[in-house]
């Protein structure tokens, strides 16, 4: 049997709170999805503002990183044509996120869950999603 820690409804309260001052800093409403470790989505967050097809983008990029393990912006150069995940967006029904802002959240080693980010560019997205992270940890 194995033990896991996962991330709690405060933990994804701070994470939720970085982002939203990130993103208020770099002028971008963003949407935000926070999930545990199995990529089940713990809290979500849409900015005022935020676009609403980013919501389900947000959430998918939130679950790849955390199920997967993997940050969304190291699937997209792996899936181009020739690489060794080419294809793999289409995995999974599509849920497999390949854009930036999907970063997993790690402790002590350990993936306790994932931080998904949309609405801005994938490296702003990605910025908002390092930044949640960030202030986690100056918890």
Do not use: W
Not at 6 to 19: K, M
Not at 34 to 55: C, N, P
Not at 57 to 77: L, M, S, V
Request: charged content about 20%; overall charge negative.
């Amino acid at each position: 049997m194995r033990t896991t820690t996962n991330l709690d409804l405060n933990d994804a309260g701070r994470l939720l709170e970085g982002a939203r001052e990130r993103a208020a800093a770099i002028g971008v409403p963003m949407c935000v999805a926070i999930t545990d470790a199995a990529g089940d989505l713990v809290a979500f967050e849409r900015m005022d503002g935020g676009k609403i097809t980013s919501i389900t983008i947000a959430i998918d990029k939130a679950y790849t990183a955390a199920a997967a393990k993997k940050a969304t912006h190291e699937y997209g150069a792996a899936s181009q044509p020739g690489a060794p995940a080419y294809g793999i967006n289409s995995a999974i029904s599509g849920r497999l996120i390949v854009v930036g802002g999907g970063l997993p959240v790690i402790v002590a080693g350990e993936v306790v869950g994932g931080v998904g980010v949309s609405s801005g560019t994938p490296d702003q997205d990605r910025d908002v999603a390092q930044a949640a992270i960030d202030h986690l940890n100056r918890a």
